[in-house]
């Protein structure tokens, strides 16, 4: 059984570092065609792609925040971290972490539940 | 950057009538296409995946066609589960996502 669960803070301040963590089971981060990604909803609003992360460490970032986020993962922990900097208002949102499965393009096939992050002073 | 522009933004409809929603590239992307259904407060769930191939266990009444830069998710008889907002994603690296349509009871 594949499951996600994402964790972190669900308050942070302007200008304040966020860091999210995709906890994963029922697969492997070793698996060639298995990743991570990171898509974020604010409320009411439509889905934003961020990232993702595959076994051997290939990396995509939505252009517009590129220069905002970084993308890793620990193996032995089944874990992969988000973490984007700069914290604004307009980043709260609702993140999600999927299971990414590389195959005639890439698909978002498994998802966690979402965690709520609120940007406020 | 590519663009995914989906048409209606929201359309009502009653059970049983056959829907389609539209999605747009701003360039082509060949069949790297995907469909998700979000219902309200739960994560999206993938329908389709390379434009045209259904997700396991998702209802043969969805179907997606297209390629290039122009597609269609049609339900063929809509059902009272299938009320929500839909969202076509390019699938290949970079994979924004289109701005929505919800479908809503007429």
């Known amino acids: 059984q594949v499951t996600l669960k994402e964790s972190g803070p669900v308050l942070v301040k302007p200008t304040e570092t966020l860091t999210l963590t995709c906890t994963v089971s029922?697969?492997?981060?070793?698996?060639?065609?298995?990743?991570v990604s990171w898509i974020r909803q604010p409320p009411g609003k439509a889905l934003e792609w961020l990232a993702h992360?595959?076994?051997?460490?290939?990396?995509s970032y939505s252009t517009s925040l590129r220069s905002r986020l970084s993308i890793s993962k620990d193996t032995s922990k089944s874990q992969v971290v988000l973490t984007m900097t700069n914290m604004d208002p307009v980043d709260t949102a609702t993140y999600y972490c999927?299971?990414?499965?590389?195959?005639?393009?890439?698909?978002?096939?498994?998802w966690g539940q979402g965690t709520l992050v609120t940007v406020s002073s | 950057d590519i663009q995914m522009t989906q048409s209606p933004s929201s359309l009502s409809a009653s059970v049983g009538d056959r829907v389609t929603i539209t999605c747009r590239a701003s360039q082509s992307v060949s069949t790297y296409l995907n469909w998700y259904q979000q219902k309200p407060g739960k994560a999206p769930n993938l329908l389709i995946y390379?434009?045209?191939s259904l997700q396991s266990g998702v209802p043969s009444r969805f179907s997606g066609s297209g390629s290039g830069t122009d597609f269609t998710l049609t339900i063929s008889s809509l059902q009272p589960e299938d009320f929500a907002t839909y969202y076509c994603?390019?699938?290949?690296?970079?994979?924004?996502f289109g701005q929505g349509t919800k479908v809503e009871i007429e």
């Open positions: 029922g697969f492997s981060l070793t698996n060639a065609r298995m990743g």
């Open positions: 390379a434009a045209s």
């Open positions: 992360i595959f076994s051997n460490d290939e990396k």
């Open positions: 999927a299971r990414t499965y590389h195959s005639s393009g890439y698909m978002d096939d498994y």
């Open positions: 994603q390019q699938s290949y690296t970079i994979r924004p």
